[in-house]
């Protein structure tokens, strides 16, 4: 049953599933707890008064003892608390978001509300409920979460894209849907594949809402990234000659690398591809290509998409929606420098290594390496992988438009080995 197939285990929060039985267990528990907390209170109402009546010298002591147990019982009740708080959370059904919290929009909770399948139980799947998700993290951002659900139902949804992407970037992924109409954009000129993959893109066909600047014009005289440095001029510029020229030895010829799947590279996923040229490239010998990218500062997924490329809008902290084994080709750039705990970057690293099947290829294409410790971390996590190093070049590149200083690259491609 597709439709029934539920987010688990894949940073989104879920529904308990309520059974007759879990009810009345609930309740036996509120009912302990509350009693707890009687036998607590009069413990701590009672038996001060009754020892202080008594005058005698072991007073200091007995002192010390009395507030040892009280700060006991008070331990006791702050436990029963918490308790009793997650049993509402539960009893409501959900286990992060708290839903009871006040101004919170009522399309958010209809969202997330779980639904009785209307036969009962799925024989095969087990499932009682539909369940809706939402990203964990979405508690830490409530209200902004709520301003985003707020909205005319059937109506033009508010023009707040950016929004949904500071979401995003706050690690409330997936986001939930919301029944209004997304803004639609004209798309004049649109021309077809492969014509479609060097045409620059009009002006009017990208949202420029929420951005710094409002033409492609602008952009181009803008350095957005490391991996995007002039990448929406699809005429002058550098753009149209990377993957099929190199201007240094840590920049690899898409070709070589072709050649060294032996004919076997047909779909592939690009982390961090910018404007979408090394899909385009890639696409020009019929690989396809998916680019990961959200819109930080430029429209990135509208341009890839008016390319005839695939946009994927996803952030880097999102489990990558692909089964197992399934790319022959895993590009990579320095977009993949996550920052943070060095376990962040091994979390994507496993997840790329997932994604990719034994014998594909995973192209790291002029990582940054801020310092000396950053590479050999890096090399160290790759090793750990077991991966043929089929090329690695570490090179020093001076970015002219970048910074004007030389600094350290990694290249590599590399090829997942069949792990028993
Ligand atoms: C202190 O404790 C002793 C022994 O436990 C008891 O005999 C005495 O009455 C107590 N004194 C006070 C002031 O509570
Ligand atoms: C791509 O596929 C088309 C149609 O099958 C074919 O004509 C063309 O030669 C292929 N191009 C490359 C580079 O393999």
Same mark, same amino acid.
Not at 295 to 306: G, L
């Given at each position: 049953m597709g439709s029934v197939s539920l987010k688990i285990g894949d940073g989104t929060a879920r529904f308990k599933r309520a059974t007759l039985c879990s009810s009345a267990i609930n309740i036996l528990m509120l009912f302990s707890v509350i009693t707890t907390n009687l036998f607590a209170l009069y413990a701590f109402n009672s038996s001060p008064n009754h020892r202080l009546h008594n005058p005698f010298h072991h007073r200091n002591k007995n002192i010390s003892l009395i507030s040892e147990q009280v700060s006991l019982i008070i331990k *006791?009740? +702050?436990?029963?608390?918490?308790? &009793?708080?997650? #049993?509402?959370?539960?009893? &409501?059904?959900?286990?992060?978001?708290?839903?009871?919290?006040?101004?919170?929009?009522?399309?958010?909770? %209809?969202?997330?509300?779980?639904?009785?399948?209307?036969?009962?139980?799925?024989?095969?799947?087990?499932?009682? *409920? #539909?369940?809706?998700?939402?990203?964990?993290?979405? *508690?830490?951002?409530?209200?902004?979460?709520?301003?985003? #659900?707020?909205? @005319?139902?059937?109506?033009?949804?508010? +023009?707040? !894209?950016?929004?949904?992407?500071?979401?995003?970037? @706050?690690?409330c992924e997936p986001l939930p849907r919301r029944r209004c109409f997304a803004k639609t954009v004209p798309k004049p000129g649109l021309t077809s594949l492969p014509v479609s993959l060097w045409k620059s893109v009009n002006d009017k066909a990208v949202t420029w809402s929420g951005l710094g600047c409002k033409n492609f014009n602008c952009l181009n005289s803008k350095i957005l990234s490391r991996d995007c440095v002039g990448c929406f001029d699809l005429v002058n510029g550098y753009e149209t000659q990377r993957y099929v020229k190199a201007r240094s030895k840590i920049e690899f010829l898409m070709d070589d690398v072709l050649a060294m799947g032996n004919g076997g590279i047909r779909i592939g996923f690009d982390i961090g591809g910018g404007s979408g040229t090394f899909a385009a490239r890639m696409a020009e010998r019929n690989v396809t290509v998916i680019t990961n990218t959200l819109n930080v500062d430029a429209p990135y997924s509208e341009f890839i998409a008016t390319r005839g490329l695939f946009p994927l809008f996803l952030s880097l902290?999102? $489990?990558?929606?692909?089964? +197992?084994?399934?790319?022959?080709?895993?590009?990579?750039?320095?977009?993949?420098?996550?920052?943070? =705990?060095?376990? =962040?970057? *091994?979390?994507? #690293?496993?997840?790329?290594? $997932?994604?990719?099947?034994?014998?594909?290829?995973? !192209? &790291?294409?002029?990582?940054?390496?801020?310092? +000396?410790?950053?590479? $050999?971390? %890096?090399?160290? &996590?790759?090793?750990?992988?077991?991966? =043929?190093?089929? =090329?690695?070049?570490?090179?020093? @590149?001076t970015d002219a438009a970048w910074s004007g200083k030389p600094e350290i690259y990694l290249s590599a491609v590399l090829q997942k080995p069949v792990r028993i």
């Amino acid at each position: 049953m597709g439709s029934v197939s539920l987010k688990i285990g894949d940073g989104t929060a879920r529904f308990k599933r309520a059974t007759l039985c879990s009810s009345a267990i609930n309740i036996l528990m509120l009912f302990s707890v509350i009693t707890t907390n009687l036998f607590a209170l009069y413990a701590f109402n009672s038996s001060p008064n009754h020892r202080l009546h008594n005058p005698f010298h072991h007073r200091n002591k007995n002192i010390s003892l009395i507030s040892e147990q009280v700060s006991l019982i008070i331990k *006791e009740i +702050d436990s029963s608390q918490r308790k &009793l708080a997650q #049993m509402e959370k539960q009893l &409501l059904g959900y286990d992060t978001l708290d839903l009871s919290r006040p101004n919170l929009a009522t399309e958010l909770k %209809l969202f997330l509300q779980n639904h009785q399948l209307p036969l009962g139980k799925d024989s095969r799947t087990g499932i009682t *409920e #539909m369940v809706a998700s939402v990203g964990h993290s979405c *508690e830490k951002s409530a209200d902004l979460l709520s301003q985003y #659900m707020s909205y @005319k139902v059937s109506g033009p949804c508010p +023009d707040d !894209w950016s929004l949904a992407q500071k979401l995003i970037l @706050k690690g409330c992924e997936p986001l939930p849907r919301r029944r209004c109409f997304a803004k639609t954009v004209p798309k004049p000129g649109l021309t077809s594949l492969p014509v479609s993959l060097w045409k620059s893109v009009n002006d009017k066909a990208v949202t420029w809402s929420g951005l710094g600047c409002k033409n492609f014009n602008c952009l181009n005289s803008k350095i957005l990234s490391r991996d995007c440095v002039g990448c929406f001029d699809l005429v002058n510029g550098y753009e149209t000659q990377r993957y099929v020229k190199a201007r240094s030895k840590i920049e690899f010829l898409m070709d070589d690398v072709l050649a060294m799947g032996n004919g076997g590279i047909r779909i592939g996923f690009d982390i961090g591809g910018g404007s979408g040229t090394f899909a385009a490239r890639m696409a020009e010998r019929n690989v396809t290509v998916i680019t990961n990218t959200l819109n930080v500062d430029a429209p990135y997924s509208e341009f890839i998409a008016t390319r005839g490329l695939f946009p994927l809008f996803l952030s880097l902290d999102h $489990r990558f929606p692909f089964y +197992d084994n399934v790319f022959d080709l895993v590009h990579a750039t320095s977009g993949l420098d996550v920052g943070g =705990k060095p376990e =962040k970057l *091994e979390f994507l #690293m496993f997840d790329i290594d $997932r994604v990719l099947r034994a014998g594909g290829l995973f !192209w &790291l294409d002029n990582f940054y390496c801020s310092d +000396d410790e950053k590479k $050999r971390a %890096l090399t160290r &996590l790759i090793e750990r992988f077991g991966y =043929k190093k089929l =090329k690695w070049v570490v090179g020093e @590149k001076t970015d002219a438009a970048w910074s004007g200083k030389p600094e350290i690259y990694l290249s590599a491609v590399l090829q997942k080995p069949v792990r028993i």
